[in-house]
């Protein structure tokens, strides 16, 4: 009966024992919940530094503490604390800390036998003589939280448990404070970047822009939060969503250049590099104004392929036009063209006597004639002096050819005047037809430059038709 008794009284004090360390345990993790609140609304490692300590110091009987993070493999410095002395520290990397930052908290019953501690000044540790070392780890960075107290041996076994169930809560509010960090500092560069930047799903609707992209845009773009694919020329509309289509089954970038609308109801071209990433159905685009490049760009080519007088196609233009219109044929006969080669009469003489402004005038008022008597797909180019041609695209007949040359003959009656001088100009026209004989374009063009000079010769006739191909030897290759 005895043992009996003392089996229950055991077993109740072992019932009381459970209850009291489930009371310990829910207060504790009252506590820690508590703190959470805190931690997770600091933005900055001081406001930080003071949850952690409060929410610690709810479970955990300590005076001081502060935060150790390592700079290399070798040493650590002092992030915050709650006393002045230890600030602006450093502390080698020895056992007790490789410990700590392992995930094992260690308690320090004697600090002056551990050598972390022994090698720290005495006025700085003065009045501490046990601590609790507890290791917080990071993307990439490793830290130790420190506490202290005055009395030896005051950190138990139970405080270092404690310290295990402290210390993933604490490692989570860095890391959600690192996260947060570099969420707001990639903010700024999105804010402060110069370059159109914005964020848009898979059907074009953008989610966010920054400045820049109302800076680029106007602010009719970043009023017009809708549609990214309304504010691209439409001829570049399609171009654009192929390729936004072509990236969304995989993971990708690419790089093109398009016009966008700008406030004004202008387009302006853009050099864009879009991203997608499939995972998240999201678009991410970085665009830069490239407007002065693609005209400049856009000019030279101009001025590569046309007569800076006359602002007609130049001879290296027209030969290209006369290719393609051969090449053309040689694929179907159907695509019948004709080839004008013009001169103007006494054109030299004039020049000298008159001078070369008026020369240059009676070329361009020569030119617009040209211009003015043929459709606008037909080809009028200057190849040089006062050497002209002409390619007739889809001509039906001889007629249609000759209609055009008695119609330029017949401007050319009409005097022009220029600078207070009325002049009176005539010009030979040679003409030749695509025919199967011909093997190349060259052919076909000093057949006409031959025509034109067979008329020059004849006066009487309005112009000359070359009916077959004068042989030549086609141009060399590149």
Known sequence: MVIRSEQLLETLLDLERSRQREREIRVETEALLEGLRGIADADEWEPLFQSLVQTLGRVI???????????????????????????????????????????????SFDISLVPEWANQPPEMVAGIRSALHIGLRGNGWAAILVVTHSHAKHFSPGHVKKALRFSPLATQALLTLELRKAVIERDRFFQLSLDAMAIFTM??????????????LGDGASAHQGNIFDLIHPDDRVHFQEIIHALRNREGKRLVKTRFRQQSGEHHWFSCSIAVYPGQMTCYIVARDITESVLFEQKLAYQAGHDSLTGLKNRAEFMECLKTAFTHYQQDSINCFALLFLDLNKFKAINDTLGHDIGDALLKAFAATLTSSVRANDIVARLGGDEFTILLTQIQSIVDVETVALRIRQKCRSPYDLKGHRIEVSTSIG???????????EEMLHAADMAMYIAKQDKTLPFRIHLGPVHCEPPPGP
């Open 203 to 216: 059907d074009g609707t953008i989610t966010q822009h920054n400045q820049g992209w109302t800076d680029s």
């Open 431 to 441: 003409i030749t037809f695509s025919v199967p004989e011909y093997r190349h374009e």
């Open 61 to 107: 009987d300590f005076e001081e503490a502060f935060i150790l993070e390592a700079t290399n493999s070798e040493k650590m410095v002092v992030l915050a604390a709650t006393f002045e002395a230890v600030r602006n520290s450093v502390w080698p990397i020895g056992p007790v800390f490789r410990k700590a930052l392992v995930g094992k908290p260690v308690a």
